[in-house]
């Protein structure tokens, strides 16, 4: 199993920042990516941006340009710096790892979910 333990969520005023941790430990092996996920209210899962252990990082259309993903793979540890916040970030964000399982597929790790509440 692996354990994923999210942190720095927080409050935060329109175009504040906050930086997301999210460290990994047990029975990791062979990481294919690493990222941070929403959910907005009435709406499913959303990928706000991930990044594979070879350094390539996608963003969703709406964080791209205010939102860095980063990893430190000796800590097996992902961060999120999310700059310019505005209301609609205003959510939990869960962080994922994905790894190789089987041969016929891989396995996803959830964390339990940090809130991040953007007010005026």
């Known amino acids: 199993q692996v354990q994923l333990v999210e942190s720095g969520g927080g409050l935060v005023q329109p175009g504040g920042s906050l930086k997301l941790s999210c460290t990994a430990s047990?029975?990791?092996?062979?990481?294919?990516?690493m990222g941070w996920y929403r959910q907005p209210a009435g709406k499913q899962l959303e990928v706000v941006a991930t990044i594979t252990t070879g350094g390539t990082s996608n963003y969703v259309k709406s964080v791209q340009g205010r939102f860095t993903i980063s990893t430190d793979n000796t800590k097996n540890t992902v961060y999120i710096q999310m700059n310019s916040l505005q209301p609609e970030d205003t959510d939990v964000y869960y962080c994922?790892?994905?790894?190789?399982?089987?041969?016929?597929?891989?396995?996803?790790?959830w964390g339990q979910g940090t809130q991040v509440t953007v007010y005026s």
């Open positions: 047990g029975n990791i092996f062979s990481v294919n990516a």
């Open positions: 994922n790892l994905n790894q190789y399982g089987t041969p016929l597929r891989d396995d996803d790790y």
